[in-house]
């Protein structure tokens, strides 16, 4: 399985501003996704990132608030963009496996707006 | 309804019990499941992967599927402290398809 790092591990931000998340695998992966898990809730899908086009983003998830790059096969950052406490979550990174169907995850990054 | 549900616990057990965590899933269309283990503070980790109903065993796990009856579980036999974590269960589709559905996740405690 693929090595996937993430930055920062946690954070405390104001509500307002935005944070950016950043995300390294060690492998060249075609696929990565972004996640977030909240308190007591299923782990949810923010959106797909694929090098070299837009990302795709689930229902109930915009480009404005999450803005996501992707700028070669294994790297993509997450913004969370003007905070609100509701924001306050864990945002995990995650990547395919070899048989692209099962998912491997980063530490996540835990966020906290106040 | 939620696609894939899972009772959230907290499930207590002392050093040494079998262990049984369940989840239960709506769409037919599923086809693989896995389970993944996390620790607090931690992303999750893959634990198991079954593409097809029956049982997988991998040391003191195993996993179960029944498609007929929509049911996924996973059994830890000789549960020791190191298995206190939280358990999700995950849910995908066919060929084609990435997309993973999660159930809340299970927090157990092994109790020494």
């Known amino acids: 399985s693929a090595v996937i790092s993430q930055k920062p591990s946690r954070d405390i931000c104001q509500r307002g501003t935005s944070l950016t998340i950043q995300c390294q695998v060690d492998s060249q992966v075609t696929m990565m996704f972004w996640y977030r898990q909240q308190p007591g809730q299923s782990l949810t899908l923010i959106a797909t990132a694929n090098q070299g086009s837009e990302a795709t983003y689930e229902s109930g998830f915009v480009i404005d608030k999450f803005p996501i790059s992707r700028p070669n096969l294994t790297f993509s950052t997450l913004t969370v963009s003007n905070m609100s406490p509701e924001d306050s979550s864990i945002y995990l990174c995650?990547?395919?496996?070899?048989?692209?169907?099962?998912?491997?995850f980063g530490q996540g990054t835990r966020l906290t707006v106040v | 309804q939620k696609e894939v549900e899972q009772d959230p616990g907290p499930l207590s057990v002392p050093e040494g019990a079998i262990v049984s965590l369940n989840c239960t899933y709506s769409?037919?269309?599923?086809?693989?499941f896995m389970w993944y283990r996390q620790y607090s503070r931690k992303g999750p980790e893959l634990l198991m992967y079954t593409y097809s109903s029956g049982n997988k065993e991998d040391g003191r796990f195993t996993a179960q599927v029944d498609k007929s009856s929509k049911y996924i579980s996973l059994f830890i036999r000789d549960s020791q402290p190191s298995d206190s974590a939280t358990y999700l269960c995950a849910a995908g589709g066919g060929a084609g398809s990435y997309q993973l559905t999660f159930g809340k996740g299970t927090k157990l405690s092994v109790i020494p």
């Open positions: 769409n037919s269309a599923f086809q693989y």
């Open positions: 995650s990547v395919d496996g070899r048989r692209n169907t099962e998912a491997f």
